[in-house]
């Protein structure tokens, strides 16, 4: 297992480094926010381990970013902000498990430990070329996504959006597939938006 640990308290950083070493998991080690951002960022990383009073800032604000690109990473925040409020906003942000400070090591490991098998369980079903990720059990990609949000995506905010020009784009989407034989079918879901999925 291949851990980063974003903390900026050299002590904690280097004591939790040499433990979860002995315990050969490799640790790689970002003292800040932007620097454990880039690292995360490598896709790397088995889980994170997330310090939140950062140098330059709050480090919950790392996983949204990380779930924009596709980087579903297991995150444990370890953090001294103990009370409830804190560890709600920790869970809410994205965060996959929420440890306070002072921890034992021992259960810090227990809990990396089932945050791996369950994330590589889930990762086992999928396959990801680029930045799709193909479900074999449910023979699909992704979610159905919104109409709207595909609009969004596709269109500068100043474009005028023609209520059939998102409609066009798919039509010419699928005629690409079906030329190069994908085997991927593009499915409309009736006033919700589309399905990518596998040609039956
Ligand atoms: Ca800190």
Redesign the pocket.
């Known amino acids: 297992m291949r851990v980063l640990l974003i ?3 050299p002590e ?1 950083a280097s004591v939790l480094k040499t433990a979860l070493e002995r315990l050969d998991i490799i640790v790689d080690h970002a003292a800040t926010l932007a620097d454990g951002e880039a690292v995360a960022r490598l896709g790397y990383h088995d889980a994170v381990v997330l ?5 330059d800032g709050d ?1 919950l604000g790392l996983i949204p970013r990380l779930r924009a690109l596709h980087l579903d990473v297991p995150v444990i925040a370890l ?2 902000m103990s009370g409830l409020d804190d560890r709600v906003a920790g869970l809410d942000a994205g965060a996959d498990d929420y440890m306070v400070k002072p921890f034992a090591t021992v259960e810090l490991v227990a809990r990396l430990h089932a945050l791996h098998r369950r994330s590589f369980t889930s990762r086992a079903n999928q396959t990801m070329v680029g930045r799709l990720i193909y479900d074999f059990r449910h023979r699909e990609a992704g979610r159905t996504i919104m109409r709207g949000a595909l609009e969004e995506a596709v269109y500068a905010l100043d474009d005028e959006i023609g209520s059939n020009a998102l409609d066009a784009h798919i039509s010419r989407l699928r005629r690409k597939l079906d030329d190069v034989a994908a085997g991927i079918e593009i499915r409309a879901i009736r006033n919700l938006g589309y399905l990518l999925r596998a040609a039956s």
């Open positions: 903390e900026d308290e904690m310090d939140r009073r950062l140098p480090g953090t001294a």
